[in-house]
């Protein structure tokens, strides 16, 4: 992150913590449910579209809805998120907490909000590790056991022989789904000719990295991470290697694929964990409303969406008491009907759990759409 | 009195008090213990726990360092012997550390302890992602970069094991603050378990009070009680009590008390009367003997009279004749003689006359019948069986009856009542002085004649008791106590009445009303002088 975009971000979470203070405070009001949000800039968006749409309609029984982001605590490191957590969980106002970013901070402060018994909706933790963060934890995407089995099962049917070289972030999320995907392969016969972690935004080692792959010669690179990291090696990649085919797992989309204004990224397959061209008028205008700033809508900010009319609904039934929002919400889908979010329809597992769904999108020139369904049997 | 008391004391009970105490005490006690238990167990197990959590904490670490070591050790060995069997066991050691590291994820870490654990997963994640940048280049040939990217390493791994030591002096310092905040409570607890043991001492000492002050104490003065009925004191009792149960005792005691008490007065009584009674039969048993003494004297005196009579009648004929002889003596001397010795001689003989009609009237067996009598001459007749009695003693005896005032009796009782009355002023005369006895009968001037036996003796001394039978003033011996009983009754057959009162400044005046009759006809006068 740049400095600029590092300002950038600051001032749109003041202005977006203002802006909900503000509407949350007025005088002779009844007193107002809050909710701590901890997520990337992008998704934020969409938890301001559904708070402002949840108090425009008079909001939860008169009482406003407003969004604590815990002043910009959390980011996308295991330290933020901690202490984002602790800040959460200390103040009795937070009914409930969506986030946080990904699965390595969602891990790491999940065990500050089943301590403290706070309900946390994960829009972003897939990964294995989270059906075991506890009672008070819940994610509205699918553990990455399932998204293994799928990325295997596209890499398998990739090419009659597939040669499989996996990159993976080194971290809760991306060890685990790479252990998963390797296992997967191996299930299906195939050995990976080349498996190496990385450091998120480390460079020091892309020339090492560029020649072992060049030298593994695989027809397929199973990226397990964002792509900025990706975009670093992309170009010299298309040149050593014009027919790699390069499948992303779903941190990628999130991972800044629009900066990639020279099109280096073209071509990679990646997975989202929506699909975010569903016929759903809130999601088309959600869409929207990103596209109008420039940005593509991503899966957190969907989920997201969801996730704030799904705890609405849940303090609505129950009021304001964080217990008694958890048994709700763990209820959803089996002691009481899935909810209906614009990400589809939403029901837990025993273990907090959503149903996984995946869906494959390629990067084209212009956007990002989903794998036609020519290009799913065999490589391009 | 006794269902009050009850229902005084029907609110306690003692078997209530008892219990309620019993039941608070030991309530107190096991829920003393319970939470005493419950704490130390509690807080036993929680450092027993946090202690075992501590050392696995601890054990994670030293494996995650090891694990570490050993991966360092297996890269340095790749770079020697480039193969699969290095990489792979580096991959294997890192998998187990991160394992390890994952498990820190569900403990109970401070925030301080829980970033370092992401400090430790941090740089594990860039200690491996260095050595597989060292294994490419090594497997790419080029050595010598290779190892110099291991020098890279070696940081990645010095700055793990920093992460590993800060974590665990961040565990420490939380372990610290645990022990510290348990010995506190621990502390709590010490001087909670000592307020609890000084309050069960307390209710102990105040149950041992309560039961001395209300129970013991009131056994002992029940025993007391007891003790005392046992030595004769039957006026022992017990005073109402606090609890019902011994109110009950109480009450049960102080009945039992009064019937023993009652039951030994009736015995006290029936002992007095039956020595009185047996006194009296003694008395009574003398006079019977005394009195038939009497009556064998008054026989043989009736005998002796009518004996005498005849002898008495020849003597005052002769004395008679005597003295008219005397008298009509020319001489002188001889008239003096009749006058010296004669006149007495009959004078006498007339006396003892008298006095023998007077016995052999007195003697004579009482009738059934009650007829008109002469009040007068009746009463003479006994006062003339008493006036020599009365000449004796230097008192006097008058008869102030009119002649011709008759009353309704039998002579003979009539006179029985005038001499026990005589005799009894006789005797009030002599033992407590006086000059003598008036006897006088008026008629009321209607059925009733009032005949008055007045002495100037002392009185009557209870005069309430005077017609009680066998009540006597007189010494022993003296009298029976029933001269008053037959007189009353006498006068009760004749159809009056006796009174008697004492008289100011001294005497006593016994009142007998008798009814009045008319003249007896002369047949029985002349039978009357005629004994004369």
Partial sequence: MTDHQGRRFRVAYVLLASAFAISGVGCGEPRPYVIGVALDRSALDGVAAAAQRINARGGIDGHRLVIDTASGVGGTTARGALEAAEKFAADPRILAVIGHSNSGTSLAASQVYNTRHVVQISPAATSPLYSDAGPYSFRLVGSDVHQAAFLAGHIARSSAAPRAAIMYVNNDYGRPLHDAVVENLRTAGIVPVYVSPFAQRDSAGDAEVLDALTRARPTVLMWIGRAFDLQRIARELRVRMPNLLVLASDAFPGGGARLDSAGLLDGVRHVRLLDLDRADTVLAGLRASYRKDGRDINDQAVLSYDAVNLLAEAIRAMGPDRERIRVWVEQIGMARPVFAGISGSIAFGPQGDRQPQYFLYVIGKKDDRPLPDSLRQRPR | MTASRTGAASG???????????????SAAAAAMLGAVSLVKSLRENVERDTEVFMEEQRMADRIVVLTNEQQLAAYRELERPGTVNTALFSARGDSAYREMRRYLFHELSLEARLQVESIKEAHQLFEVAANRSFDLSNAGRTDEARKRLSSLDARAEALDSAVSKFRAARERQRNEFRASHAVLAQRLDRALLLVAGALVLLGIVVAVTLLRRVLRPLDHLATMAGRIAEGDTLARVPPQNYREFDVVANGFNHMAGRVQAARDEVVAQNLELHQALEHLRATQEDLVQHEKLSAMGQMLAGLAHELNNPLAGILGMAEVLQDELARAPERDTRELGTEFAEPLVREAVRANALVRSLLQFARKPGDVLESVPLGATLSTAVGLRAHAFAQQGKTVRVDIPTDL?????????????????????????????????ISATHDGGEFVLVEFHDDGPGIPDIALAFTPFHTTKAAGKGTGLGLGLVTRFVKEFGGTVNAHNVTPRGACITVRLLVAPEPPSESRNESEEDN
């Fill in chain 2, 406 to 438: 008759c009353v309704i009796a039998e002579a003979q009782k009539l006179q029985q009542v005038a001499v026990n009355l005589i005799n009894n002023a006789l005797d009030a005369l002599v033992t407590g002085g006086g000059t003598g006895l008036v």
């Fill in chain 2, 12 to 26: 306690r009970t003692l078997r209530r008090m008892l219990l309620v105490v019993a039941l608070l005490t030991s």
